[in-house]
T-cell receptor, first 117, second 114 residues
Framework: NAGVMQNPRHLVRRRGQEARLRCSPM?????VYWYRQLPEEGLKFMVY????????ESGMPKERFSAEFPKEGPSILRIQQVVRGDSAAYFC???????????????FGNGTRLTVT | GENVEQHPSTLSVQEGDSAVIKCTYS??????FPWYKQELGKRPQLIID?????GEKKDQRIAVTLNKTAKHFSLHITETQPEDSAVYFC?????????????FGKGTKLSVKP
């Protein structure tokens, strides 16, 4: 089992450009979560998706950010018109069920480190 | 919604000593409490977890305790080693307002001095 795969590992964008971050969940997992981690800070929940559905986007900024998890292919976190404050590590995690519990814990990918210049 | 507070933010111990990290949560409906370890530049990795019907769980040198009444849980690391140096995050899940996602504390940076 290859685990949660994220790419790219590092992404550099100039202000105003678009950033696309990809996440392939663990095999058999249909629930994907995106978290943002600013330098020296904790993990902030952004969005929770199932295949073709956004379940909870309460942590997602209202503008410029969007996420999808299509029927086929990886989950995508898209940031339009990036600004310097978007520089952070973005982690994707997956689980086999809706409820994160003892029997279905959350597994993280290695993250994408976005730098906006 | 759920809010998780974690203390201390930094902790320095001598090799061989014990380390304790404490967390409190706000949503009494939360029922699952994992701990993650994150080494510099790497992904958070689950090290131990506990569910609300269990008061204590131990795995070799690490243990977690849960007090549901007081809504706090703690991570205990005994006989610390330099490779325990990392940032540790507590989290809570399962509450009515956060069903389906984990809410994390802000982390504790543990330094173990040889």
């Amino acid at each position: 089992n290859a685990g949660v795969m994220q790419n790219p590992r590092h992404l550099v964008r100039r202000r105003g450009q678009e950033a696309r971050l990809r996440c392939s969940p663990m095999k058999g997992h249909s629930h994907v979560y995106w978290y943002r981690q600013l330098p020296e800070e904790g993990l902030k929940f952004m969005v929770y998706l199932q295949k073709e559905n956004i379940i909870d986007e309460s942590g997602m900024p209202k503008e410029r950010f969007s996420a999808e998890f299509p029927k086929e292919g990886p989950s995508i976190l898209r940031i339009q018109q990036v600004v310097r404050g978007d520089s952070a590590a973005y982690f994707c995690a997956s689980s086999p069920t809706r409820d994160i519990t003892y029997n279905s814990p959350l597994h993280f990918g290695n993250g994408t480190r976005l730098t906006v210049t | 919604g759920e809010n998780v507070e974690q203390h201390p933010s930094t902790l320095s111990v001598q090799e061989g000593d014990s380390a304790v990290i404490k967390c409190t949560y706000s949503d009494s409906a939360s029922n699952y409490f994992p701990w993650y370890k994150q080494e510099l530049g790497k992904r958070p990795q689950l090290i131990i977890d506990i569910r609300s019907n269990v008061g204590e769980k131990k795995d070799q040198r690490i243990a977690v305790t849960l007090n549901k009444t007081a809504k706090h849980f703690s991570l205990h690391i005994t006989e610390t080693q330099p490779e325990d140096s990392a940032v540790y995050f507590c989290a809570a899940s399962g509450g009515g307002g956060s069903q389906g996602n984990l809410i994390f504390g802000k982390g504790t940076k543990l330094s173990v001095k040889p």
